[in-house]
């Protein structure tokens, strides 16, 4: 059983910037393709970006492009999610999640969910 555990999250002003961080226990990290997903007040969850187990291959939602970095640390059993540029419509709760692949991922096939962090950007 893996254990996500997201932090990072918090209160910005538009235009800045959050490093989401989350720990993952309990599994062989380099296992799993990880992602961040989030949810708005209202709307449904949604994939923001996504990278396969080695690190090699990424994959982001239309809105992250360009303004959002995911990278992971096997050494370290931890995903980021870099965030620049932040505007209104990003305030979410992001979720960290980890499957088998990142295919599957992008598919819906998530194995593990963290409790998720909440991220508030002011105008």
């Known amino acids: 059983q893996v254990q996500l555990v997201e932090s990072g999250g918090g209160l910005v002003q538009a235009g800045g910037s959050l490093r989401l961080s989350c720990a993952a226990s309990?599994?062989?990290?380099?296992?799993?393709?990880m992602a961040w997903f989030r949810q708005a007040p209202g709307k449904e969850r949604e994939l923001v970006a996504a990278?396969?187990?080695?690190?090699?291959?990424?994959e982001y939602a239309g809105s992250a492009k360009g303004r959002f970095t995911i990278s992971r640390e096997n050494g370290r059993n931890t995903v980021y999610l870099q965030m620049n540029n932040l505007t209104p419509e990003d305030t979410a709760v992001y979720y960290c999640?980890?499957?088998?692949?990142?295919?599957?991922?992008?598919?819906?096939?998530?194995?593990?969910w963290g409790q998720g962090t909440q991220v508030t950007v002011s105008s």
């Open positions: 990278i396969s187990r080695m690190g090699s291959n990424t």
């Open positions: 999640a980890a499957g088998e692949r990142m295919g599957a991922i992008i598919d819906g096939d998530i194995t593990y």
């Open positions: 309990g599994g062989t990290f380099d296992f799993y393709g």
